[in-house]
């Protein structure tokens, strides 16, 4: 996985240059912080060691294709409401990118024959689902309507830092519901709701998988808030697709982000975050080079923050609590194929969830998550060829210790076995192949910098809620963290929520 173009030029700069505000990452989250922060005039400068924005967002280009390196089902590009933060993020520093209406979120292929759709169209998904449970008809509805208040909540309100007082105070007066409502759920799990209403162990089944595919968590440890979230935004803003890829969007963060007078570097890889008496005031590069900023921001992972770019034995007592909670999830093995269209049959959705047994769900390779974005956007492979990019959970264990031809020959074997488990969704798959890569967490590591590859913090055990993830400030005076080590958590729009929120905090602390 490597990008093979650079979308600008580092920027030399004086080794003395002093900055409002640094950013270790171009990640979605530290992008959307550096452009909220360059939108109110501060002067910002995001250092990035790969060689393209994104992160987990980013792209790779191979022989005609590409590809999205992780995520491909996107949320937040909605036109109304305020959960729309890609959208929002973009605006405020004059930028918009065109997307492509996904009409149905997932396909789903479990055990039992549970084959659905989750369609943009609310009343479409309830009937669907309900055909398969008519027994638990009025449950779903329940369980599902119960997510859009919710959703209701948060859509209510303007989405910045709930570390800011003032902002919670302009916020409650305004909305006194809808904020007494997220306080109700902010403790509760998804899996605490749906017991609420549904009793049939299947249909348990298949929200524990409603939650696991994008929290890697069953509903017992999927905070209610992020579930009400996702849940009711699919058919509100809905899923849409950035034409061009997914890279599109960090592509054009970094534009405004430059319009707006901040800057960004390639390959400028922090090696520590510098204290002056106990406070973040810069950070030193791999080539020695230092900056000087007055807040430095993190987009890293906590692990990596806490124990790489700062002394793992002078680890805050709060980091360690933290580190108590929630536990490192797995990596992916990704598999991305160029193929032949004939392979896709008439009518195949673009995102695909298969298991085979209840049971593996949450195992090594158990869950196998498929996003085929050329169904939307056929510019991103050659003319009569698609994208399959398919994915699913492993831990680095699996791939460490091995010797360079043992990896590869492994990379090769688990390819050909989950190449055989999609032909039951593509038969035929196998001929139709036109070009393959297979990344493992080792390439996660490297290439996003996350430690392990960790697709980012899972509960450690059942939390109440989302009460025990932290917000932006951290116990290190002057340094913030930003992106799913935060509030709300993993994907794109929620670490678009925890850019705003960090831009926010950072602004008023600054006095922007
Ligand atoms: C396979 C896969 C599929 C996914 N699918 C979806 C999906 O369909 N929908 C969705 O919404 N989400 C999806 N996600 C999750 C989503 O992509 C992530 O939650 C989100 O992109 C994380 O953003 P971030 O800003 O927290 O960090 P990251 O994307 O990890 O970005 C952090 C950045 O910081 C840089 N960095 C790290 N350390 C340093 C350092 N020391 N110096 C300089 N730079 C540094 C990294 O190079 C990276 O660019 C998926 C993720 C994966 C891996």
């Known amino acids: 996985m490597s990008a093979q173009s650079t979308a600008s030029k580092p920027i030399a700069r004086s080794q003395c240059s002093e900055y409002d505000v640094i950013v270790i990452g171009s990640g979605i989250g530290g992008l959307v912080t550096a452009t909220q922060l360059a939108s109110k005039g501060a002067k910002v400068l995001v250092l990035e060691r790969y060689l393209i924005p994104g992160g987990s967002a980013g792209y790779f280009e191979r022989e005609g294709y590409r590809f999205d390196v992780g995520a491909s089902m996107i949320f937040g590009f ?33 055990p039992d024959n549970l084959t ?28 599902y309507d119960e997510c859009w208040k919710v959703f209701n909540c948060l859509n209510a309100m303007e989405l910045l830092s709930l570390e800011e007082p003032r902002y919670l105070m302009r916020v409650f007066f305004g909305h006194p519901f809808a904020c007494l409502g997220l306080t109700k759920y902010l403790p509760q799990n998804a899996g605490d709701i749906a017991r609420r209403y549904i009793q049939d162990p299947k249909l348990l089944k298949f929200i524990d998988m409603e939650c ?19 849940f009711s935004d699919r058919h509100y803003g809905g899923i849409n697709y950035p034409k061009g890829g997914v890279g599109q969007i960090a592509t054009k963060l970094v534009e405004g982000l430059i319009k707006s007078g901040s800057e960004i570097q390639y390959g400028a890889r922090v090696t520590k975050i510098l204290l002056e008496g106990g406070r973040a005031v810069g950070v030193k590069l791999a080539t020695g080079q230092e900056y000087r900023a007055k807040r430095i921001v993190s987009n890293a992972t906590r692990w990596d923050t806490f124990e790489k770019l700062l002394p793992a034995e002078a680890m805050p007592a709060s980091e360690k609590r933290w580190q108590k909670r ?48 050329t169904l939307l956007d056929p510019d991103l492979a050659p003319p009569n060829h698609h994208i399959i990019h398919s994915f699913t959970p492993s831990w680095m264990e699996e791939w460490q ?29 196998s001929e139709g192949l036109d070009y393959q890569e297979v990344g493992t967490p080792r390439t996660h590591r490297r290439f996003l910098g996350r430690d392990d590859g960790t697709y980012g913090p899972i509960p450690q055990r059942k939390l109440a809620g989302l009460l025990g993830m932290p917000f932006n400030r951290t116990a290190i005076a002057g340094l913030y963290c930003v992106g799913d080590s935060t509030f709300p958590g993993q994907g794109l729009n929620a670490v678009a929520f925890s850019g705003f929120a960090c831009g926010h905090r950072i602004a008023v602390d600054l006095g922007l």
């Open 401 to 429: 210790g091995l010797s360079p031809q043992d990896y590869q020959d492994k990379k090769e074997a688990v390819a050909q076995r989950l190449i055989k488990r999609l032909e039951t969704i593509f038969p035929g798959l």
């Open 326 to 373: 929630y536990q490192k999830s797995p990596s992916f093995l990704s598999l991305h194929l160029g193929v032949k269209a004939e392979v896709l049959p008439p009518g195949t959705e673009c995102h695909h969830i298969l298991l085979e047994d209840w049971q593996k769900m949450e195992d090594e390779q158990g869950t196998v998550f498929v996003s085929i974005p």
């Open 78 to 110: 909605g036109t109304q409401g305020t959960t729309n933060l890609l959208t929002r993020a973009l605006k405020a520093v004059n930028m918009s990118l065109d997307t492509i209406p996904d009409p149905v979120q997932i396909h789903y292929h479990l």
């Open 212 to 230: 696991y595919c994008w929290s890697v968590v069953p509903a017992d440890k999927t905070p209610a808030i992020n579930a009400g979230m996702v």
């Open 116 to 143: 659905l759709k989750v369609h943009r169209d609310y009343e479409k998904f309830l009937q669907e689902l309900s055909a398969h449970f008519p027994h638990e008809q009025e449950g779903i509805r329940r369980f």
